[in-house]
């Protein structure tokens, strides 16, 4: 059994990331770039949900670390929908911005919809936006959402092919479930995968995993994979995240993934662990993201 170490990985991206930027700050004959100007990342948050907040900090952290700017831009959640929307035109047409992201979830009385609807699709580094989506689903240049994509990348850096495998993804969110199915599927030597989607309605979700080469669980249930749901030899991705009170942890709550770990483990040819698995691998493809948008590609 392997441990796909999405820390390390995205380690190796940032310095990858850190010598590309800079070179391409230095040669004088690239005019893609705007100016010598460093890429620039807006990050709009609202409120103060503990894990957004943790969530920006460790993406501005990132940034630094790679040399792209990048700008918090917080707001009380007692903005309204119409402000908001405001904001996100203000950044659509600053150019010194070539990307921002509005940081989920926001209050019940904002929709996320007409938010990330409003977003300008070249700059929409999270890649959520429904011109993204669309253009992901046919397979057309676009900015892939950054957890798919970290996944996307963790899978080949270990050499794990998805052509003609078996992918289950368990969860059809708009922000890792969907996106990850549709880009599993493209006729494309990343994807090629026969995809099947699950969610609370499947009713033989046990059945369905046990057929999966690889399974992509999304969910946010901690344990809801067991053992007896998984292949000998399938390759698991546990994309959730839920803090779990805590009391001998120093920060009062431990991280848990959809994975019964422990037990899962030992089938795997593949595992990701919760923490140090998709997570570093989603914040550094924001970033990959961001020098998309910085050098204009679409
Ligand atoms: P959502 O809550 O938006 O979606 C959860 C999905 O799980 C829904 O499609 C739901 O089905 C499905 N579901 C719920 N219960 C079951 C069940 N018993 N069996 C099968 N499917 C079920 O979640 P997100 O996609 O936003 O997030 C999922 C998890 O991933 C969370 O823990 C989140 O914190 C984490 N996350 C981690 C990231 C990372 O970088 N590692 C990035 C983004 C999210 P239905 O549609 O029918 O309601």
Known sequence: MTILDGKRIAADIRRELKEQISRRRASAGDKQ???NRC???????????????????NKMKACAEVGIEAE?????????????????????NDPSFDGFIVQLPLPAHISEQ???????YRKDVDGLTPENVGRAAKGLPCIISATPRGIRELLS?????????????VGRSNIVGK????????????????????????????QVCLTADILIVAVGHPGLITADMVAEGATVIDVGITRIEDPNSPKGYRLAGDVDFDNVAPKCAYITPVPGGVGPM?????????????????
């Open 33 to 35: 770039t705007i100016g």
């Open 39 to 57: 890429p620039k990342l807006g990050i709009v948050i609202v409120g103060h949900n503990p894990a957004s907040e943790t969530y920006v900090t």
């Open 72 to 92: 918090r831009i917080a707001f009380e959640d007692t903005i309204t929908q119409e402000q908001l929307l405001a904001e996100v035109q203000r950044l659509n």
């Open 114 to 120: 007409t938010i990330t609807a409003a977003i300008d």
């Open 157 to 169: 850096r270990y050499h794990i092919s998805t052509d003609g495998k078996h992918v289950v993804v």
């Open 179 to 206: 996106p990850m199915a549709s880009l599993l599927m493209q006729k494309h030597e990343t994807g090629n995968a026969t995809v099947t989607l699950c969610h609370s309605h499947t009713t033989n979700l046990k």
């Open 282 to 298: 989603t914040i550094v493809s924001l970033l990959q993201n961001t020098l998309q948008a910085y050098g204009h590609t679409l």
